[in-house]
């Protein structure tokens, strides 16, 4: 019998993908006490649900016969007969039946990652019409992803409205009239503009979110532009969120044409509107190129200014005095021991102080919140002196917020400031924060400046945003840090008091290649700063000035272009501890003259964010201070093998800790790491081409965390493992191709912790019973084969959990 006959579908030959999956997850939602299928797979096939809708769409355009289109209706027709299947399984095969759930989840995951890629890359030129030069430029892509062999996937998720996690007030009557305004025939182009810190960006958030404008538009997208715009990549962004793979464009013709074919595509299913947020005074010619003559296609654009020449404009004000007052009492309620009176009068004088800027609203409130009558009144009185010294009956957002600042300690005030260093709307880990403060201040551990993190983000100074579950102590890249652009500008503002070269930190803006005036002196500056930021466009050649540098340990990149030459006068800061690369643009940067940093004599910490090296380069430095490596989203090409001799141990002799997460290319660890006697902590994150691991990590003698989750092609840990005589903590969370431990495991006598999450149908070897006071973390069905060894084992504890479904992780992309 045709197992789809029971689905109600007949012959699967004649049916198309999205009836198909729209069956299957009908029926896998009735399976309630099966979380794996009604759960687990049921999310991934909604996910999965409006790309096949958009495959049948376009059915005269694609070949159903492809490779990729065969396997994805190969793998939907074995979810549907695993659905039908199910109420006859058997409790004893169980877990057999969640390994094959996992794998056909595996598979749609696989297909939106990797197989939708070639399968657009084969189509896409067709689709969009484009030829000429721009055909050439995609062929070259190709062949340099090939020679990489780079398998990035593609994020859907990249223009989305922000979703609004704040109390509202005030807004009502503006989203009337802007609702109002857009919603006219004859308004294609509008400028939302008002001072920074009124709300901009929330009103036109919570407009997108409005049901009248999203009955009325089909497509609403959501970029954010900022002072550095690149019109290349915002196009780039389009694409991928709209399914297409992000063609790497030459020029911005280039871009504009891919654009308009895009929106031409989409029209035909509905009306389109683009939003633009936080566009700066000089981005006129950006706009243009967004205004094409289409039917039912506007753009919206919020802005510190005005831009007569592109459309009209709506001013957006403060917040009245009866809106203001709702706010500030939402964030900071009466003291207990303030009579009405003196609340209402201290009300009074910070709104006035306010000025009605929300954002200023609630970082003065989220500071008074919880605080006695005799601070609020210390508070009170202290800002008053301010206004006084700053003449001024009218404060910018800048000199309101700038009592916040000067009330937090003197140790935050540091760590605040250091924020400016980093780029406008930047997502960070926070991981890469904590590794500067340890080196610039050294004061304590990793701790403690997560706890700073903590206190800054409690003042709403900056946001902390966990990515998943929970942490072990000492590793952060859990947690992403992201900053509003006016505090940004606060912290960067404490620099400001002093000349560039004078200052403790300094930023470095090169657009293409101009500098700043004040580094054009015939003789090349000296600059005085501790932390330097640079900061570069995708046009820029490289050619750098000559610059010394003398007291810097800490040195951010901030890059674009896809071919970056490092700066000579690096070799020159002797004092460097920390350097931290970030590539903004699409793909891997090719990184060249790395060889300046091996002259770095106190250089402990690096951090490579999608840059393209060769990891043999890294014991070629023969960095002996080295104390911390992390690579994210790089490019490795081949793994060198002992092409010459390196004495690692030396080369390397300080080197504790090795992060790599998100490397699509790593398929193995080079030779060297197992030659790093010193290292402590190696963790491998999210890299699933990873399929070994070297027998000789059993040399890591001194090894004490071992990370290796969603390394899904990792299929055994080596029996050397068992020589990890120190190691005590091993998370192989999500690693769903790994189906045992060494045999030998029990032999690690200090092996107190195994994380294990999303780890079903794995063998436990009977030298696990050897281990002592062990902590396991790990879900339901693996929760219970250890609790069967509970009576053969002393103080073993599992923790079953659930599996969060945590999106915050996109964000990182």
């Not at 966990?466 to 500008?489: A, C, K, M, S």
């Not at 903004?584 to 393209?612: D, T």
């Not at 055994?716 to 990890?724: H, Q, Y």
């Not at 005589?725 to 495991?745: A, V, W």
Request: glycine share 4%.
């Amino acid at each position: 019998m045709n197992d789809w006959a029971s689905l109600g579908l007949g012959s699967i030959g004649g049916a198309v993908f999205s009836e198909l999956l729209k069956l299957v997850i009908e029926e896998a939602k009735k399976v309630k006490a099966f979380k794996p299928l009604s759960k687990d797979l049921v999310s991934t096939m909604e996910r999965l649900f409006p790309l096949t809708q958009k495959i049948d769409s376009m059915q005269k355009e694609l070949d159903f016969g492809v490779k990729e289109l065969k396997e994805l209706r190969d793998t939907i027709e074995r979810a549907g007969v695993a659905v039908r299947k199910f109420p006859s399984v058997k409790w004893y095969e169980k877990s057999k039946y969640t390994r094959k759930i996992e794998r056909i989840n595996e598979d749609m995951l696989k297909f939106c990652q990797i197989d939708l890629q070639l399968l657009q890359h084969r189509n896409q030129l067709t689709l969009l019409g484009l030829t000429g030069n721009l055909v050439n430029s995609v062929d070259g892509l190709s062949k340099r992803m090939d020679l990489l062999s780079v398998h990035a996937p593609v994020f859907r998720d990249l223009c989305s409205v922000p979703k609004l996690d704040k109390v509202i007030v005030g807004l009502d009557w503006p989203l009337g009239e802007l609702k109002k305004r857009l919603l006219d025939n004859s308004v294609v182009s509008l400028v939302v503009s008002a001072p920074p810190g009124c709300g901009k960006t929330t009103l036109v958030s919570r407009l997108c979110d409005d049901p009248d404008i999203k009955g009325k538009f089909k497509h609403i997208f959501f970029s954010v532009v900022s002072s550095t715009p690149n019109f290349k990549v915002i196009v780039q962004n389009l694409l991928q969120h709209n399914g297409y793979e992000a063609l790497t464009f030459e020029n911005d013709s280039q871009a504009e044409l891919g654009l308009r074919k895009l929106l031409e595509e989409l029209k035909e299913n509905g009306p389109i509107l683009v939003v633009l947020d936080d566009v700066w005074r000089g981005a006129e010619s950006l706009l243009q190129k967004f205004q094409i003559k289409l039917p039912d296609y506007k753009i919206l654009v919020t802005s510190r200014f005005d831009f007569p020449s592109f459309g009209s404009s709506y001013h957006l004000k403060p917040l009245e005095d009866e809106d203001a007052r709702s706010l500030l009492i939402h964030w900071a309620s009466r003291p207990s021991n303030a009579s009405p009176d003196e609340y209402e009068d201290l009300l009074k004088k910070i709104l006035k102080r306010c000025n009605g800027f929300p954002i200023v609203i609630e970082v003065v409130g989220v500071s008074l919140k919880g605080q006695s009558l005799n601070t609020w009144k210390g508070q009170v009185e202290s800002w008053s002196e301010g206004e006084r010294i700053l003449g001024n009956p009218h404060p910018t957002v800048l000199e309101c917020l700038q009592p916040s600042f000067d009330a937090l300690e003197t140790n935050l005030k540091e760590c605040f400031s250091d924020m400016g260093s980093f780029l406008e709307e930047q997502k960070i880990r926070a991981s890469v924060i904590i590794d500067m403060w340890v080196e610039l201040y050294g004061k304590g551990s990793s701790i403690l400046y997560m706890k700073y993190l903590e206190d800054l983000a409690s003042q709403n100074l900056l946001k902390l945003v966990p990515l998943g579950n929970e942490h072990e102590d000492g590793f952060y890249n859990d947690f992403l840090v992201t900053q509003h652009d006016i505090l940004r500008e606060l912290a960067i503002r404490q620099s400001e008091l002093t000349e560039n070269i004078e200052r403790k930190r300094l930023n470095l803006e090169i657009r293409e290649n101009t500098f700043p005036d004040w580094c054009l002196n015939p003789r090349h500056p000296t600059i005085s700063a501790s932390l330097l930021s640079i900061s570069t466009d995708d046009l820029f050649s490289s050619n750098w000035l000559e610059m010394d540098c003398p007291n810097v340990e800490a040195l951010v990149l901030n890059l674009s272009s896809p071919d970056y030459e490092l700066p000579s006068f690096i070799a020159g800061m002797k004092k460097l501890k920390v350097l931290t690369i970030t590539n903004h643009g699409f793909y891997p940067a090719r990184l060249s003259n790395f060889s300046c940093l091996s002259s770095l004599p106190n250089l402990k910490r690096i951090r490579l964010e999608k840059v393209s090296v060769t990891l043999l380069d890294i014991p070629r430095l023969q960095l002996g201070s080295l104390k911390k490596l992390s690579l994210v989203m790089c490019s490795f090409g081949e793994v060198f093998y002992e092409t010459e001799e390196i004495d690692v141990s030396k080369a390397l002799s300080n080197l504790q800790e090795i992060d790599i997460d998100y490397c699509y290319d790593l398929d193995e660890l080079p030779y060297w790491v197992s030659e790093v006697v010193s290292l402590k902590t190696l963790s491998i994150t999210n890299c699933n081409k990873l399929s070994t691991l070297p027998e000789d990590m059993g040399n890591l003698s001194k090894l004490e965390m071992l990370r290796l989750c969603s390394c899904n092609n990792l299929s055994e840990l080596p029996e050397a493992t068992e020589r990890l005589s120190n190691l005590r903590f091993l998370d192989i969370s999500h690693c769903l191709g790994l189906r045992k431990l060494p045999q030998e495991i029990g032999k690690l006598e200090k092996l107190k912790k195994i994380w294990m999450r999303k780890y079903s149908g794995c063998k436990l070897p009977d030298s696990v019973t050897n281990l002592e006071n062990l902590e396991v973390k790990c879900d339901e069905e693996t929760g219970s084969l250890w609790e069967m060894l509970k009576p053969n084992m002393i103080n073993l504890r599992v923790h079953k959990e659930e599996t969060e479904h945590n999106l915050n992780w996109l964000q990182t992309f």
